[in-house]
């Protein structure tokens, strides 16, 4: 029953599906989800994204829910292994006592990769899930990158990223590809012209920075388990995201005086009154500089 419905939510020959899941059966697939919370069904102010938003408790639910539909799509197609990133806000968004008990939950900051942390080359595929469009895209609800009160531009080898391309990249320095990204429909399109050949799950279309006609959660979860599916289905059709090396980075900040102060770093170039330019050997190095830059302060206790 399972694979008949996954095969017409598909629309591709039957067994074609079966010797796609058997063969994920057979060896076992491993899948990162990272989790944000901009692009999760209904989101769209802070009213739902921080703690002390009257709606926040509740987004917490549909964000755990969302991951819990990717992850039982995933594994009704053959997925066996999953780690999952909480990487909004303050990283302690999932419900974890509603997730299955055969997962691990990465959570809190600073850490290494950031919305990446545990990716590792033993993967088959990332999913993102509620990820939004770029500071400069002109649509998308809350459109930023990285921080929407600090960074103006995020730029590598000249392209302007995502939150979802970065991450992307990252994961394809250690050879895994994204199979899928969820949000609405300016942050999957965007991240699709970035990132290439990706499933999208479209569940919500935005109408401004704070607006958006949206899906229903349960409505949401079923695009998610459709196109999850669709993804795993096809896991081996797609291609990890590689940037070339080395990686130049221009950052450009809302503020004066961190790109003053950053400047005085001797690999750091100060190119503009608010863009600093930094060359990483590799996307660790250049993630490993930016976890730097958002989260160092003189003052940090303990």
């Known amino acids: 029953g399972a694979i008949m419905n996954i095969r017409i939510a598909l629309g591709v020959p039957l067994m074609l599906t079966l010797s796609a899941i058997a063969a994920a059966q057979d060896d076992g697939l491993k899948v990162f989800i990272s989790a944000d919370m901009e692009g999760v069904v209904g989101a769209v102010t802070g009213e739902q994204l921080s703690p002390g938003g009257f709606e926040y408790e509740r987004f917490r639910e549909f964000m755990t829910e969302e991951v819990n539909a990717a992850i039982d799509a995933a594994r009704a197609a053959g997925a066996t292994e999953f780690v999952i990133a909480d990487a909004h806000g303050n990283g302690q968004n999932l419900l974890i006592e509603r997730l299955p008990d055969d997962v691990t939950v990465i959570r809190s900051w600073p850490r290494a990769l950031s919305m990446m942390a545990g990716i590792d080359d033993s993967f088959d595929g990332v999913i993102f899930l509620g990820y939004h469009t770029s500071?400069?895209?002109?649509?998308?609800?809350?459109?930023?990158?990285?921080?929407?009160?600090?960074?103006?531009?995020?730029?590598?080898?000249?392209?302007?990223?995502?939150?979802?391309?970065?991450?992307?990249?990252?994961?394809?320095?250690?050879?895994?590809?994204?199979?899928?990204?969820?949000?609405?429909?300016?942050?999957?399109?965007?991240?699709?012209?970035?990132?290439?050949?990706?499933?999208?799950?479209?569940?919500?279309?935005?109408k401004g920075f704070h607006a958006a006609e949206t899906l229903t959660p349960e409505a949401a979860y079923e695009v998610i388990r459709t196109r999850t599916a669709s993804a795993i289905s096809r896991i081996d059709q797609f291609q990890p995201y590689v940037l070339d090396t080395p990686i130049e980075l221009e950052l450009s900040l809302k503020n004066y005086r961190p790109g003053e102060v950053l400047g005085y770093l001797p690999n750091v170039e100060r190119i503009n009154s608010h863009t600093i330019r930094f060359t990483g050997e590799d996307m660790i190095e250049i993630s490993n500089f930016l976890t730097f830059v958002t989260n160092y302060r003189i003052d940090m206790q303990p």
């Open 135 to 206: 500071t400069a895209n002109l649509r998308g609800v809350r459109a930023h990158t990285m921080s929407s009160a600090s960074i103006t531009s995020v730029r590598l080898n000249g392209i302007e990223m995502t939150e979802g391309s970065m991450n992307a990249a990252i994961a394809g320095h250690y050879g895994v590809p994204v199979i899928l990204v969820s949000g609405d429909d300016a942050a999957v399109a965007e991240n699709q012209v970035l990132i290439g050949n990706v499933e999208g799950a479209v569940v919500k279309w935005a």
